[in-house]
């Protein structure tokens, strides 16, 4: 069945660092939404991509869907310790009503 | 505006035993969808409600059942419960479904079960 990986699974780093998450499916995709979810607490919805090879912008986030709508990424410019979650991406899977979850990228912040 | 309301937030159980999770959505969504978060598993998807049927459902057991009534709110139903079926369980919802735009999601119902 369709996966959607994503890499690194953990980050670690000095506030004031850039931090990207990648996330690779093996099948395409129809759109890709990201998600942030804080430490106990839920998932907290950032943004949808649709285009194939669409880039967005929310402050220092950075968003971009692959040329191929198979892969995306989430570039946070110099971290803040606010920054910290586990970021997921997600997509339906063309029109099927089947949503599939990353497996997610955990990111600390050190200050 | 209200947002997605999941009772109960926690809940100990007995293997065998079964239960039952409610999740009330922003008034006015027709989308109710649930997931499971482990930590070894993450999240995972189980089923979508939309209008009152049952648009898809994930790879789980039939013992995982849901449901969704006329004022939108969704229950999900999982039966002979067993170890492995601990986990937060999510409820999501949405204007107009999976894929065309933001889910909302609940606190989630922390389910142990012994």
């Known amino acids: 069945g369709q996966q959607v990986m994503q890499i690194p699974q953990y980050q670690h780093v000095q506030e004031g660092e850039d931090f990207t998450t990648y996330c690779n499916s093996s099948?395409?995709?129809?759109?890709i939404q990201w998600y942030k979810q804080r430490p106990g607490g839920h998932p907290v919805f950032l943004i949808q991509l649709v285009k194939s090879g669409e880039v967005k912008k929310q402050k220092r986030l950075t968003f971009q869907f692959g040329e191929a709508k198979k892969n995306s990424s989430l570039h946070i410019t110099a971290t803040q310790t606010t920054d910290v979650g586990t970021y997921f991406c997600?997509?339906?899977?063309?029109?099927?009503?089947?949503?599939?979850f990353g497996t997610g990228t955990r990111l600390k912040v050190l200050a | 505006k209200a947002g997605v309301t999941q009772t109960p937030r926690y809940l100990i159980k007995t293997r065998g035993q079964q239960v039952t999770l409610s999740c009330s959505p922003i008034?006015?969504?027709?989308?109710v969808s649930w997931y499971q978060q482990t930590p070894g598993q993450g999240l995972q998807f189980l089923f979508e409600?939309?209008?009152?049927?049952?648009?898809n459902k994930g790879n789980f057991p039939g013992r995982f059942s849901g449901r969704q009534f006329s004022n939108s709110r969704s229950e999900m139903n999982v039966s002979t419960l067993e170890l492995g079926d601990s986990a937060l369980y999510l409820c999501?919802?949405?204007?107009?479904?999976?894929?065309?735009?933001?889910?909302?999601f609940g606190e989630g119902s922390r389910l142990t079960v012994l």
């Open positions: 008034s006015g969504h027709r989308s």
């Open positions: 409600y939309f209008s009152e049927t049952q648009r």
């Open positions: 997600a997509s339906d899977t063309s029109g099927t009503y089947k949503y599939i």
């Open positions: 999501a919802s949405s204007l107009k479904g999976l894929g065309a735009g933001e889910l909302f």
């Open positions: 099948t395409t995709l129809s759109n």
